[in-house]
């Protein structure tokens, strides 16, 4: 089956500062890769996603890259603010179907 | 309501009490998938259903887990004689359309406590 693995584990970055949390996957049939934000005691929202016909998705602070080859997709936050501050979890998945998740990043944006 | 709701949110039960958690999509979603979360960990994929229908159960642990939609809204996750290591939080989602598409939308998970 999938195999999804994230890193880090945790990051704290400076208000301002770029984050970057980075996310392999294993099965090459998987298409379809999204974010989710959760905070403390609330389900994963969606916040950016990707298929795999398209290599970059930018919305506003927040991107995503997907190098299908290399089977790694990599979310990028910019600017970021405390409001940011949430454990963010990479998901793969083939056709929106099942997903298969990785451990999650604590994101931590020091003010 | 606007979202998906869970109910309880919170769970406490003795080892090998029964447990039943209810999950109410978004009206009119046809896809709900249930998934489990370990503390500190991702949410783990238990089952599908496509309307009323069973699609996928690969991700259920054991027989002592049962899960159903009958009228292809409201859904219920059963566990039978409860253990210790079913102590997590387990989140429902659901989608508009079939698996393929849609954005997934996730209940605030009900918190499952097994003493």
């Known amino acids: 089956g999938e195999n999804v693995e994230q890193h880090p584990s945790t990051l704290s970055v400076q208000e301002g500062d770029s984050a970057v949390i980075k996310c392999t996957y294993s099965?090459?049939?998987?298409?379809?890769f999204p974010w989710y934000k959760q905070e403390l005691g609330k389900g994963p929202q969606l916040i950016i996603d990707i298929r795999s016909n398209v290599g970059e998705k930018k919305d506003q602070r927040i991107a995503v890259t997907l190098n299908k080859t290399a089977k790694h997709f990599s979310l990028h936050i910019t600017e970021t603010q405390p409001e940011d501050s949430a454990v963010y979890f990479c998901?793969?998945?083939?056709?929106?179907?099942?997903?298969?998740f990785g451990d999650g990043t604590t994101l931590t944006v020091k003010p | 309501g606007a979202g998906v709701s869970q109910s309880p949110r919170y769970k406490v039960a003795k080892r090998g009490q029964d447990v039943a958690l209810r999950c109410d999509p978004i009206?009119?979603?046809?896809?709900l998938f249930w998934y489990q979360q370990a503390l500190g960990q991702g949410p783990e994929f238990l089952t599908y259903?496509?309307?009323?229908?069973?699609?996928?159960k690969s991700g259920l642990p054991s027989d002592r887990f049962f899960a159903e939609r009958p009228e292809g809204s409201v859904s219920t996750l059963k566990i039978q004689r409860t253990q210790q290591e079913d102590s997590a939080v387990y989140l429902c989602?659901?989608?508009?359309?079939?698996?393929?598409?849609?954005?997934?939308?996730f209940g605030e998970g009900s918190r499952l406590t097994v003493l």
């Open positions: 259903f496509q309307n009323e229908a069973q699609l996928d």
């Open positions: 989602a659901s989608s508009l359309v079939i698996a393929g598409a849609g954005e997934l939308f």
């Open positions: 099965d090459s049939a998987s298409n379809y």
């Open positions: 998901a793969a998945s083939i056709n929106a179907g099942k997903s298969t």
């Open positions: 009206s009119g979603h046809v896809s």
